[in-house]
């Protein structure tokens, strides 16, 4: 199954969404076209289990981060994470323009959801730990605006920007915006 999800990458990201078709990814992926189906029944369900690996990354790059989250410095461990989820995306720059461009319809907006929530419940727990360091009063909504802050542009940078992706410079940028956000002292 992963080598079928390796070519809707592909395919997905050098023709997009509209120019691929099951056809193209099964060629791809070096299977016949009723292999794919037996696995996907249709290129938006070989689509939404591309969108859900994505977003698994996404929240691989949090766990990554979980330790130095919950026990380091907090402004070292969000530009930590926010640098690993621009590297993700930028590893995958084309592809996350093309879904977020004309397929970000695709993809079970619950599992999406339940991703997310795991993510701000992490960030939570940490944002808890350095409460008397926080500007925002609200943590819950201070760290569901950081997570979701941190993920609609980092999606978007995909889209729109380039230059800023592969300098760094949104890493950085978003970095400082989000500890700037947070911290009394910064």
């Given at each position: 199954m992963d080598v079928l999800l390796e070519a809707t990458e592909i395919v997905l990201s050098q023709r997009g969404f509209a120019g691929a078709t099951t056809n193209h990814i099964a060629d791809a992926a070096g299977v016949s076209i009723g292999t794919l189906y037996h696995y996907f029944p249709s290129k938006e369900s070989l689509?939404?289990?591309?969108?859900?690996?994505?977003?698994?990354?996404?929240?691989?790059?949090?766990?990554?981060?979980?330790?130095?989250?919950?026990?380091?410095?907090?402004?070292?461990?969000?530009?930590?994470?926010?640098?690993?989820?621009?590297?993700?995306?930028?590893?995958?720059?084309?592809?996350?323009?093309?879904?977020?461009?004309?397929?970000?319809?695709?993809?079970?907006?619950?599992?999406?959801?339940?991703?997310?929530?795991?993510?701000?419940?992490?960030?939570r727990a940490a944002f808890e730990r350095n409460v008397s360091r926080l500007r925002p009063r609200n943590v819950a909504f201070a760290a569901d605006l950081v997570v979701k802050l941190a993920?609609?542009?980092?999606?978007?940078?995909?889209r729109d920007y380039e230059r800023e992706v592969a300098s760094g410079e949104l890493a950085s940028e978003l970095g400082d915006v989000i500890v700037r956000y947070l911290l009394r002292d910064a």
């Open positions: 689509v939404e289990a591309v969108v859900h690996r994505m977003w698994a990354r996404e929240l691989g790059v949090l766990e990554v981060h979980a330790e130095a989250l919950a026990n380091g410095p907090l402004e070292d461990a969000i530009r930590a994470i926010v640098r690993d989820l621009v590297a993700v995306m930028a590893a995958r720059q084309m592809l996350y323009r093309r879904w977020y461009a004309e397929a970000s319809h695709l993809g079970r907006l619950d599992e999406g959801l339940e991703i997310t929530a795991r993510a701000v419940a992490a960030v993920l609609a542009m980092v999606r978007t940078g995909a």
